[in-house]
């Protein structure tokens, strides 16, 4: 049986995935509690992210297919897995194996040269495999919200992959990739991973936010580079990547301490981003209900309280799994990434 064209995304077990065919699939991300393999890990590059699952499974395999056939490779410490115009790669860097310069404090310095290392081979891989545009990033990084040497280490995450992508080239803002940056457990790596192609998409931004890449210096010195969102147009096929999501209009968090209404202000923030992706595409049909979404989730005590405002705004069917993760700001308690897909016309 031939796989459906296109990109797609699946949230699978992994006794699911086991079963299911591979000679697609571009890449996994495998959200743990205890470590468990990953079957067919030694072919397939896997991201292992240290973020508890919350419902179902202890293990939850996120699986990304591109229709197409695919081959494995990797360069220096760069995983990757590519189709003729698709490439998956991930990258894991533990703190603990980095020095950083000497003149600057081991506490900060670790995650700063941690970061530059990973985005520039990042880069690096991607110019010299020739997929030059970067659709999604994933950042996964050990206490994200607290201070070493007076920083908060996102804000370091922030500079470091600042610097790494000005050094190999990239745009700082405007057409950069849809992206999230989340905590995981203290003591594990630096994950990244992503999606690149060979074709630009679109670069979209929310009529309701300032755009990250112009957010205040009060945010930290070097603003975040990503896009709310990116769309990716295939012959037969549209791909929204979503970036992570919270309850902020303008620059400003909102709802601050109220877990319902920043659920319900990040789920309108998704909705504008749908509108204007249906805007700037006009094939597009992409609606909320039919979105498969991720759900990081600061205090799993208020998980339920989160479910409940989910289940009014999407389809009983929807894909969504739940991640304990900190998110960037601390005052954030729920952010929500998401990916829709609709199929072409054809004669859109």
């Known amino acids: 049986m031939h796989a459906a064209a296109g990109l797609r995304l699946e949230y699978l077990s992994p006794a699911e995935y086991r079963s299911a065919e591979r000679a697609d699939v571009l890449g996994v991300a495998a959200f743990r509690g205890p470590p468990a393999p990953v079957p067919g890990a030694g072919e397939i590059p896997v991201a292992e992210v240290n973020t508890p699952v919350l419902l179902g499974t202890a293990d939850v395999l996120e699986v ?3 229709g197409q056939p695919a081959e494995s490779g990797h360069r220096h410490r760069v995983r990757f897995r590519r189709s003729e115009n698709l490439l998956f790669g991930c990258i894991a860097l533990a703190e603990s194996e980095i ?20 985005y520039r081979e990042i880069c690096a891989t991607l110019d010299a495999l020739g997929y030059p545009h970067l659709l999604r990033v994933w950042n996964y990084l050990p206490d994200i919200n ?17 610097e790494a992508l000005r050094a190999s080239g990239r745009t700082l803002a405007g057409n950069v990739p849809a992206a999230s940056a989340l905590g995981a457990a203290s003591g594990s790596p630096l994950v990244v991973y992503f999606l690149a192609a060979r074709t630009a998409p679109a670069f979209i931004e929310n009529p309701r936010q300032q755009s990250a890449y112009h957010y205040p210096r009060r945010y930290g010195s070097h603003a975040p580079v ?7 147009r295939q012959h037969d096929s549209l791909t929204l990547f979503i970036s992570g999501t919270a309850s902020i209009v303008g620059h400003r968090s909102i709802h601050v301490g109220d877990t319902a209404a920043q659920t319900r202000e990040t789920l309108t923030n998704i909705a504008a981003l749908l509108e204007e992706a249906n805007r700037v595409e006009r094939a597009a049909r992409f ?7 991720k759900v990081y989730v600061r205090r799993p005590a208020d998980l339920a309280v989160i479910r409940a ?9 929807a894909r969504v799994i739940y991640l304990q993760a ?10 929500i990434e998401a990916t829709g897909m609709c ?3 054809a004669d859109a």
């Open 64 to 66: 990304w297919r591109s």
């Open 99 to 118: 020095a950083g310069p000497p003149t600057v404090p081991a506490a900060a310095s670790a995650l700063r040269t941690a970061t530059e290392q990973a």
């Open 146 to 162: 607290r201070d070493t040497d007076g920083i908060e280490r996102y804000r370091q995450f922030n500079h470091a992959r600042r």
């Open 226 to 232: 990503f896009s709310r969102a990116t769309l990716l």
């Open 287 to 293: 609606s909320l209900g039919s979105l498969a979404c």
């Open 309 to 317: 405002e989910l289940g009014k705004a999407l389809e009983p069917a």
């Open 326 to 335: 900190d998110i960037c700001r601390q005052d954030l308690l729920v952010e």
């Open 343 to 345: 199929p072409l016309k």
